[in-house]
Every structure is written in C-alpha cells, then in structure tokens.
C-alpha cells in the first residue's frame, strides 16, 4: 500500500525516529513501535493482508473516527489510519499516533 501521513511529524516519526517540534516526543520503544507498525503498512498490499498479524490488533474505529482504522503500535500507543481504495493502488493515511491512557476520556 502507498503510505501518507497527514501531519509532517508523523512523517518525521517514521523516517528520522524523531519529531523536529517538542509537542510531539515519544519514548524510543513507542517510535520503534511506530515504525514498525508503518512498515506493515507499507508491506501489504491491502488491508486484509494485516488480519494474520493478531500483534497488530487491528481494529475498525467507530463513533466520531467512523472510517478510520488503528493497529498496535506497543501496550500503550495505536496508529490510527484511513484507507482509500482506488483502480490503480490502495491509499493509507496516518492520521495520528494515540496514548489509550487517555482513549475512554
């Protein structure tokens, strides 16, 4: 799948390891989580390819993130991504790395 990302610091999360603003820091295993979890993004060549992977989790968000997807990037932290399918390839955008401490507020 083609791989985009909605904010310039999730770009900067997968490609450098780290973001250049102070709002968005992570601990090394949550990037290394992130990066990894892009990577199985990138890899497949549509969303059922991630089904096998149960460490991945990967889940179909409801209520207000109706048409968005998550997958696990460790214990604590999910990516949250969109999917959009056309002739030619499939699209995902990354929309947002997010803390579930802070998921049911």
């Not at 460790?74 to 699209?91: K, L």
Request: with cysteine; net charge neutral; hydrophobic share 35%.
């Amino acid at each position: 799948m083609q791989v985009t990302f909605s904010e310039t610091y999730l770009e900067e999360l997968y490609t450098k390891g780290k973001a250049s603003d102070k709002k968005h820091r992570f601990q090394p295993q949550v990037v290394r989580g992130y990066q990894k979890a892009v990577k199985f993004l990138v890899q497949a060549s549509r969303l059922e390819d991630l089904f096998p992977f149960r460490s991945l989790n990967l889940e179909a968000l409801s209520g207000d993130k109706d048409g968005r997807f998550s997958i696990r990037a460790n214990d604590q932290y999910r990516v949250e991504f969109t999917v959009t399918e056309n002739t030619e390839a499939t699209t995902v955008t990354v929309c947002n790395v997010l803390d579930l401490s802070n998921h049911y507020k």
